[in-house]
């Protein structure tokens, strides 16, 4: 079975600009996030979907390809994932570029990865026949059922769970657990793109992770530089250091 990556990297940034290229530590985000693509044992070729020549050459350091530079009308703050995935398909079949089997989605903005994780996650979508896409979460401790939208001066709940009465009040426990996307590893099958025009399908897997933090702002930055010398995230550091020294 083909797997190959794609890595989302626009450059255009308000929380911190050119924020997929920011430093943590000696390396950038994107660095960090091929690194992990490229040690991967299901993984074979590592694209980077960019708008920025500046953002292709430092993906070309760490050995990820570039096709083509991304469009701008679909880079900016409203382009959705579905887009870039699209864009890459369709250049591939008009270029005679062989569309892999699936296609792993590794987000900059998660740049401390743990290469088994990953491994697992394709073994495991792989292995569930019913499964039309796979993403990562984690649980928290919130639920919908006691979230509120504003309705003119009023507040009314999202949703409402018909066993209980007023359920936007009853105690949290008794609803079912919350997950929520976290950008650690998304799988997309690309013939569910090109047949249904959607990414996840109704089946998408939940492969549950730890809790993952996403780096918007600098402080999210400032917080994972803790987490930078794990010894689990060692070999991360050695792939880096290996490219530096090309």
Request: hydrophobic share 35%; with cysteine.
């Amino acid at each position: 079975m083909v797997i190959d990556c794609i890595i989302p990297a626009r450059s255009g940034s308000k929380s911190i600009p050119n924020k997929n290229i920011s430093l943590l530590g000696e390396y950038s985000l994107l660095a960090y996030t091929i690194a992990a693509a490229k040690l991967s044992k299901r993984i074979n070729d590592i694209y980077v979907s960019t708008d920025s020549k500046e953002f292709a050459e430092i993906a070309k350091i760490y050995g990820a390809k570039i096709l083509y530079l991304r469009p701008e009308n679909i880079s900016g703050d409203s382009s959705m994932d579905i887009d870039f995935f699209k864009y890459h398909i369709d250049f591939s079949k008009k270029n005679n570029i062989k569309l892999p089997d699936l296609f792993v989605n590794l987000r900059p903005t998660t740049p401390l990865r743990q290469l088994q994780v990953i491994d697992d996650a394709i073994s495991k979508f792989i292995a569930d026949k019913n499964s039309t896409s796979l993403r990562s979460a984690h649980k928290i401790n919130l639920t919908p059922y006691k979230m509120f939208k504003r309705d003119g001066n009023f507040m009314r709940p999202f949703l409402l769970k018909d066993s209980i009465k007023e359920s936007h009040s009853a105690a949290r426990q008794l609803f079912e657990d919350t997950f929520v996307g976290n950008g650690y590893i998304d799988i997309i099958d690309p013939k569910l793109i090109e047949k249904q025009g959607v990414l996840y399908g109704d089946n998408i897997y939940l492969f549950e992770t730890d809790i993952v933090s996403d780096i918007d702002g600098l402080q999210d930055l400032n917080d994972s530089k803790s987490q930078l010398y794990d010894e689990k995230y060692r070999y991360l550091l050695n792939y880096l250091e290996i490219c530096k020294e090309r």
